[in-house]
C-alpha cells in the first residue's frame, strides 16, 4: 500500500540546505522556531504500518541524510516524539492509516523546542525541568527497625499514574504554557513533582509544595489540556498538578497569586452566580500590591482601547441561591 509522508527538514546554518518547498514562518507563539523545508516521499508499506516504520522506510531506501531519532519502536524509550499533524506524537505508535489526512502525514520536529536537525529536537528544556525535581524519598523518622516501611496500598495506586512516564516529552513540547514562559516547570516535571510530594513516606512534603508553589509552578498551567491529551502513557500530568494545587492550599501555601486567583473566581461566582473579570485581575495580584497593580495597567488600558473591558455593573443571575446551595454542599473552602 502506498503512503504519502511530508516531513519537515532542516539544517544548522553553515550546512548543505535541504531541497524541497520552503515553509512559512510559525505562528505565535512559536514565531522564533526557524521555518523548515517540506519534502514529500512516497513509501509503500503494509495498512498497519506506522509513521515511524515510513521514517525508517525513507531513511533506508531514498535518503539515507534524514535525521530520526528512535530506539525501542515500542512506547518505551520516549525517544521518538515528534509533531505529527501539529500535534506531538510518537511515531512508533502512530499508525498510518489514522494519521494520513487528505492523503498524506506531515512530519516534523516541534517547533516548541531548540531543532538540532530534521526530526530531530534539542530534549535540553524537557530534562532541565525534569533535574530541578528532587527524584528520591527522604526518610520519615523513625525509620522502622527490622522491617520494611508499610504504606497503604491505596496510598501507593495514587502514584502509579506518574509512574508510568517514559520522559517523551511530548506533553511538553504542546504545553501552552511553556510555549509563553520557557521557564514553566512543565507537565512531565510537575507530575513526577506529584509523585514524590504524595509518597506517604516523604519527609520533604513542606518543602516541595513550597517550591512548587512558586511562580513557574503549579499556578501556572493553564489547563489547555494539551499534556492529557497528547502523553502516550496515561499519565495525565494535568490531573497530577491539580493534586499537588489542593495539597499545596491544604497545607497552607496561600499567598500566591495562582491561590489568589482560584479563589477570587470562585468567591466570585458564589456570590454572583457569575464570572466578575473586573474584579479578578485586581484580586489575584493581591488588592494591596500596589506595584503590581500599576503594572497591569497598560493591559487594562489595551483591553478598553479593543472594546473588551467587562462590564462594569452584571445583570442579576435568576435563582443564585442555587448556585449558593452547591457551594454549601461541595464548596470546600468557599462553603
Ligand atoms: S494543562 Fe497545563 S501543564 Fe498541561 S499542557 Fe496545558 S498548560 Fe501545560
Ligand atoms: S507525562 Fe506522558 S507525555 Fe509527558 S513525558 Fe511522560 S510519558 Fe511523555
Ligand atoms: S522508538 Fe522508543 S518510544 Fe518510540
Known amino acids: ?115 538540532v536537525r530534521d526530526l530531530v529536537c534539542d530534549m535540553t528544556p524537557f530534562w532541565k525541568k525534569n533535574y530541578s525535581v528532587t527524584p528520591w524519598l527522604e526518610n520519615k523518622q523513625p525509620i522502622p527497625q527490622g522491617e520494611e516501611y508499610r504504606v497503604p496500598n491505596a496510598a501507593m495506586e495514587e502514584l502509579i499514574q506518574e509512574v508510568s512516564c517514559i520522559s517523551c516529552g511530548a506533553c511538553l513540547m504542546d504545553c501552552e504554557s511553556f510555549a509563553v514562559n520557557a521557564d514553566f516547570m512543565g507537565p512531565a516535571a510537575l507530575a513526577k513533582a506529584y509523585r514524590y510530594t504524595a509518597d506517604p513516606r516523604d519527609a520533604q512534603t513542606t518543602d516541595r509544595l513550597d517550591t512548587y508553589s512558586k511562580p513557574s509552578g503549579v499556578w501556572d498551567c493553564t489547563h489547555c489540556y494539551e499534556c492529557v ?56 495580584l493581591g488588592l494591596f500590591n500596589i506595584p503590581a497593580q500599576l503594572q497591569s495597567l497598560p493591559a487594562a488600558f489595551n483591553l478598553l482601547r479593543a472594546g473588551k473591558l467587562p462590564p462594569l455593573i452584571h445583570h442579576a443571575i435568576p435563582h443564585v441561591e442555587r448556585i449558593k446551595n452547591i457551594f454549601k454542599k461541595i464548596g470546600g473552602r468557599f462553603k
Not at 243 to 270: P, Y
Open 1 to 115: 500500500m502506498e503512503w504519502t509522508v511530508v516531513v519537515g527538514r532542516y539544517s544548522p546554518p553553515g550546512e548543505p540546505q535541504p531541497k524541497g518547498e520552503r515553509g512559512a514562518p510559525f505562528a505565535a507563539p512559536y514565531e522564533k522556531a526557524p521555518p523548515k523545508t517540506y519534502q514529500t516521499f512516497k513509501v509503500d508499506l503494509p495498512e498497519h504500518a506506522m509513521v515511524l516504520d515510513a521514517l525508517i522506510a525513507v531513511r533506508e531506501y531514498q535518503d539515507e541524510s534524514l535525521a530520526v531519532r528512535c530506539a525501542c519502536r515500542s512506547a518505551i524509550c520516549g525517544s521518538c516524539a515528534m509533531w505529527v499533524n501539529g500535534h506531538a506524537r510518537l511515531v512508533c505508535t502512530s499508525k498510518l492509516r489514522e494519521h494520513t489526512v487528505d492523503g498524506k502525514v506531515t512530519v516534523e520536529a516541534p517547533p516548541s523546542m531548540p531543532i
Open 229 to 284: 491529551q497528547q502523553c502516550p502513557k496515561g499519565v495525565a500530568p494535568l490531573e497530577q498538578i491539580l493534586k499537588l494545587r489542593k495539597m499545596a492550599v491544604d497545607a497552607g501555601f496561600t499567598h500566591n497569586a495562582g491561590t489568589r486567583h482560584a479563589d477570587a473566581f470562585a468567591e466570585s461566582v458564589r456570590d454572583s452566580g457569575r464570572l466578575n473579570e473586573l474584579t479578578l485581575m485586581p484580586k489575584s
